[in-house]
């Protein structure tokens, strides 16, 4: 006979570590380097494992260079203190804009721009492994050599593991360069870049995201005219693996975008992008947000020159940013909203269907009310999204002009506030705060850095925040997707699945009979750190008839421990007599011998040694139907095998007898 209860659950196991470098305390945060002269510019990825990398340049030996720090989901530095030194090349006085990201297998892709090059611009990659490694030399790759002015490059991976630059080449009319670079750090493209130009418009702002067949889609502007009274579009295109244009579409073709607006983009998980801006469409001297998704064929989600993510009048909608629901294709947007003459500031959003359709109302969901005139600022926001949650964070200043608050909240589908108190501080020393940016690990934490000019000119610093709204190692996400029972005649076997562990020594099983009184009958270990989903079992043998309760216990590396709601257990009636081999055999001193029962029967229960010899009787009494255990000490007999019997008298008058033999081992 065969019996399987099972139950679907998900868990967030709560648990502190020892070794934690995480904050729960926003006066505070992790510093992730404030040292001599100038921390600016933070970027920051998830890896695989749950941790992180941040990158920034740095002024601490007098002139800029760009160092990276590797942390663990726990928050602990995994290099040196105050970050790896990754070029120390000349750089101007001043920066551009640069990128990061992690590859398939967790190393970490950097591109910048320095004037090694004679005093030039160019745009540089380097590859650095989880332990600190240069695999693309220790110079990195020199992307376009020339005299002209390249910034800002941007990357994205390839779904067959390469890696794809596009930067700014400043021209008589600005060009797109893109360059292919494979693990190995071999220019796949040639060894000059592809460059991307127009006749008629130049091209800025190039940003890219995975698309299928090892291709990219590129974003970029499309500008004609002199600045600051330039006409500005927005373009998408397709680049295949080799490097040639797919298709080509326009995203926005009314050219009402300010010159120095840089749209922001984002991959949709499923080879295609998003695209949000804000623009004057209307001629009213009023920002409006939009957006557009643009699949991995071209074609567009959303209306033609994007959705407009609010009809409110008399507002400006600026810096719109987006997240995006690949389980459900919804758009999130959230945005700074002002009046016209931008002394009040607060925070709208809209989500929008699969086809673009507004779903909070036509003027959105208001999230932050407009402030009083000149009393506080917002700037610097940045949108995540997990567990089915939209989660928006940002930088607010007060009426002196600092921005001395890093603060967000979640949302949910109905754009419900999910966090108690609806917003979370991450920090709030009163020193100055910019460059916020943002990641979501696996596990669904979000993890952000910031510069901060808390001690000097300016360190950087990191918080993370889980679902909850709960800063530091609140949450150590072993997350549980299934426990379930089979019973196999008089075992039961215990199946469970996690997707993702995080400092998972492993499992503890208990039992109990009444849901109440447990204890400890096994240990399963864990898989420690992954992402990757892992299934177990446990096999609890000579389990007595009628109801019993099982749950699991996780225990992490520090001690710490969660326990799981537990499972009810059904265990049937028996078919047949049965003497059950004893367990555990061999065995010293005690073990465990099980019978069932069909009916209510009288049972005698002897051990013999192998001269026929009665030893001890085990066990003699009436027994009600069902399966029994009973334990047997054999401390004071010696080594050697032994023979049990079974007989039984049944009340209908069935009789029964059976035999086993058992190893005692000292």
Request: proline share 4%; hydrophobic share 35%; aromatic share 10%.
């Amino acid at each position: 006979m065969k019996t399987i209860q099972s139950f679907l659950l998900i868990f967030i196991l709560l648990n502190i570590s020892l070794t934690a470098q995480w904050s729960s305390n926003p006066a505070i945060n992790l510093t992730v380097c404030d040292t001599t002269g100038e921390q600016a510019l933070a970027k920051i990825v998830s890896t695989s494992d749950g941790g992180c990398y941040i990158s920034w340049f740095d002024t601490r030996s007098g002139s800029y260079s760009v160092y990276l720090q590797r942390l663990d989901a726990m928050g602990n530095k995994q290099w040196a203190p105050n970050g790896l030194l990754v070029s120390n090349n000349p750089h101007d006085t001043w920066i551009t804009d640069y990128d990061l990201l992690a590859d398939d297998n967790d190393n970490a892709i950097i591109a910048f721009s320095d004037i090694r090059n004679g005093g030039n611009l160019n745009p540089v990659v380097y590859a650095i492994s989880p332990t600190g490694d240069f695999l693309w030399g220790n110079n990195g790759i020199v992307l376009n050599p020339t005299t002209d002015f390249q910034p800002s490059p941007k990357l994205a991976k390839t779904n067959d593991g390469n890696i794809v630059v596009a930067w700014i080449i400043s021209a008589a009319r600005s060009q797109v360069g893109l360059q292919k670079i494979s693990q190995a750090g071999a220019k796949l493209w040639g060894s000059n870049p592809i460059i991307l130009q127009s006749a008629t418009e130049g091209l800025n702002y190039p940003d890219i995201v995975t698309s299928d067949s090892g291709g990219v889609i590129l974003f970029h502007t499309a500008t004609t005219g002199n600045f600051p009274a330039q006409t500005v579009k927005l373009r998408a295109k397709k680049l295949s693996s080799t490097g040639t244009v797919s298709w080509d579409v326009s995203i926005q073709n009314i050219g009402t975008i300010a010159a120095f607006t840089v749209p922001e983009v984002y991959p949709d998980n499923n080879f295609g992008g998003l695209i949000a801006w804000h623009d004057d469409r209307d001629n009213n001297n009023l920002q409006s947000a939009f957006v557009q998704r643009v699949s991995s064929s071209g074609t567009l989600y959303f209306p033609v020159n994007g959705a407009e993510a609010s009809l409110l009048s008399n507002r400006h909608k600026f810096n719109p940013v987006a997240a995006f629901d690949n389980t459900t294709g919804d758009t999130y947007v959230f945005w700074k909203e002002t009046e016209p003459n931008q002394n009040q500031n607060g925070i709208t959003g809209q989500k929008f269907s699969s086809n673009g359709t507004r779903q909070w109302t036509d003027n959105g969901k208001i999230f932050k009310d407009l402030s009083a005139p000149n009393t506080i600022s917002i700037s610097y926001l940045t949108a995540e999204m997990g567990n089915g949650r939209a989660y928006l964070f940002y930088l607010e200043g007060n009426s002196s002009g600092l921005n001395d608050k890093v603060e967000g909240f979640a949302c949910d589908g109905s754009g419900n506030f999910l966090w108690p108190g609806n917003f979370t501080v991450l920090s709030n020393p009163t020193s100055d705060k910019l460059q916020l940016v943002s990641t979501v690990d696996v596990y669904k934490n979000c993890k952000l850095a910031w510069g901060d000019n808390r001690l000097d000119a300016s360190g950087i610093y990191a918080q993370d925040i889980n679902p909850n709204g709960e800063l530091g190692n609140s949450v150590v996400p072993v997350e549980l997707v299934s426990f379930s029972a089979d019973v196999l005649e008089n075992s039961v076997v215990l199946n469970w699945v996690t997707a993702t562990e995080l400092n998972n020594l492993g499992f503890e099983i208990e039992h109990s009979i009444n849901n109440h009184n447990f204890r400890k009958i096994g240990f399963v270990p864990g898989s420690g750190t992954t992402a990757e989903m892992r299934s177990y079992s446990f096999v609890v043998q000579n389990v007595s008839s009628g109801i019993q309760y099982y749950r699991l216990k996780q225990v992490d590396f520090g001690g710490s421990s969660t326990l799981y709601n537990s499972i009810e257990v059904t265990v049937p009636m028996p078919d047949n007599f049965v003497l059950y081999q004893n367990h555990p055999n061999p065995f010293n001193p005690n073990t465990t011998i099980s019978f069932s029962l069909p009916v209510e029967a009288d049972v005698t229960i002897k051990l013999f040694n192998m001269l026929g010899q009665e030893i001890t009787k085990i066990t003699e009494g009436n027994f009600a139907a069902g399966i029994h255990n009973i334990n047997f000490d054999a401390q004071n007999l010696s080594s050697g095998v032994y023979v049990y019997t079974l007989e039984t008298a049944g009340v209908n008058g069935a009789g029964f007898k059976s035999t086993k033999k058992m190893l005692l081992l000292r």
